[in-house]
């Protein structure tokens, strides 16, 4: 079965930039059923949709961080990346990568999400 | 930004008891509302989409309604696994939106 997987590092200072990538194991990133998405949750709060890339490299952003964020496919190695540039602590939460089908449904598969700390 | 509001906050059930959750959208979103369930330390897992289909695996217990700007998750008999946080999230505009959460704690 399909499984996603993030990766990254943990701490970034501020005003730096959060590099994430998510491996999809099990299935194919390049099948064309699927769009790929970045959401974050700050501790003991609620979700935030940041934005979601297609195989084809098209995307769609949340406007509230349009300006700083990049999402990224690499199908060669299954994976999709993001990159949040200008850094906060308000940008401290954890963050999952999901997939979100072309046809009907939501977001059906998650990562396990990783913990990003912005601190100096 | 469609802005989407769940109620109560928290919701304090008995086992066997039924609970109802709430959400509403600030404008119409037709059916392209999901719900998930978030326990502590883990991801969301889907539980309805298009309003009122259950995800695969999801049990029959839970079950959605509504359209437009009402929605309502219904667990017929809480089982002590349900216990946890539920949201609601549109997905008819950019940028899908996410409700703040429900948390269903043991009475």
């Known amino acids: 079965q399909v499984q996603l997987q993030e990766s990254g590092p943990g701490l970034v200072k501020p005003s730096q930039t959060l590099s994430l990538t998510c491996t999809v194991s099990?299935?194919?990133?390049?099948?064309?059923?699927?769009?790929w998405s970045w959401i974050r949750q700050p501790a003991g709060k609620g979700l935030e949709w940041i934005g979601r890339i297609y195989t084809s490299g098209s995307t769609n952003y949340n406007p509230s961080l349009k300006s700083r964020v990049t999402i990224s496919v690499d199908t060669s190695k299954n994976q999709f990346s993001l990159k949040l540039s200008s850094v906060t602590a308000a940008d401290t939460a954890v963050y999952y990568c999901?997939?979100?089908?072309?046809?009907?449904?939501?977001?059906?598969?998650w990562g396990q999400g990783t913990m990003v700390t912005v601190s100096s | 930004e469609i802005v989407m509001t769940q109620s109560p906050a928290t919701l304090s059930v008995s086992p066997g008891e039924r609970a109802t959750l709430s959400c509403r959208a600030s404008q119409s979103v037709s059916s392209n509302l999901a719900w998930y369930q978030q326990k502590p330390g883990q991801a969301p897992r889907l539980l309805i989409y298009g309003a009122s289909t259950r995800a695969t695996g999801i049990p029959a217990r839970f079950s959605g309604s509504g359209s437009g700007t009402e929605f309502t998750l219904t667990i017929s008999s809480l089982q002590s696994e349900d216990f946890a946080v539920y949201y609601c999230q549109q997905y008819n505009n950019w940028p899908f939106t996410f409700g703040g959460g429900t948390k269903v704690e043991i009475k």
């Open positions: 099990g299935g194919s990133i390049s099948s064309g059923s699927y769009y």
């Open positions: 999901a997939r979100f089908p072309v046809g009907p449904g939501a977001f059906d598969i």
